[in-house]
Nanobody
Framework: QVQLVESGGGLVQAGGSLRLSCAAS????????GGWFRQAPGKEREFVAT????????NYGDSVKGRFTTSRDNAKNTLYLQMNSLKPEDTDVYYC????????????????????WGQGTQVTVAS
C-alpha cells in the first residue's frame, strides 16, 4: 500500500515562494507519474502540474505556468513543487498524487487517472 505525505505548506506574502514536498512510502514500485492538484472548499479540484517517471516530461496548468516547477527524486521517492511569485489566488489546499505504471514518459492532467492521493497541505498567500 503506497502512502503519500505532503509537507511544506504554510502562510506566505504575495510574491513569495514555497516548496512543497510529497514523500511516497510503502510498496513504492513501478514507473508512476506524479501530479499536483489544488482545491478550495466548494470548488472543483484544479490541475496544477504533472511530471513523468523519467522527469523528462512535465505539464502545467495555465494559471501557474512560468511560476511553478515540479521535479522529482526517484531515489528518495519524493515529488516536489516549487512555487514562486505566489498570488493570493493561489491560496488552496494542495494535493500530490501518483498513477499506476503507464510508462516512464507518461504524464496526466486528469485527476481520475491518479489512484493514490496525499492528505493535502494548506497554502495561504496573503496580499
Amino acid at each position: 500500500q503506497v502512502q503519500l505525505v505532503e509537507s511544506g505548506g504554510g502562510l506566505v506574502q504575495a510574491g513569495g515562494s514555497l516548496r512543497l514536498s510529497c514523500a511516497a512510502s510503502g510498496r513504492t514500485f513501478g514507473r508512476y507519474a506524479g501530479g499536483w492538484f489544488r482545491q478550495a472548499p466548494g470548488k472543483e479540484r484544479e490541475f496544477v502540474a504533472t511530471i513523468s517517471w523519467s522527469g523528462g516530461h512535465t505539464n502545467y496548468g495555465d494559471s501557474v505556468k512560468g511560476r511553478f516547477t515540479t521535479s522529482r527524486d526517484n531515489a528518495k521517492n519524493t515529488l516536489y513543487l516549487q512555487m514562486n511569485s505566489l498570488k493570493p489566488e493561489d491560496t488552496d489546499v494542495y494535493y500530490c498524487a501518483t498513477t499506476v505504471d503507464y510508462g516512464s514518459d507518461y504524464v496526466s492532467v486528469r485527476a481520475i487517472e491518479y489512484n493514490v492521493w496525499g492528505q493535502g497541505t494548506q497554502v495561504t498567500v496573503a496580499s
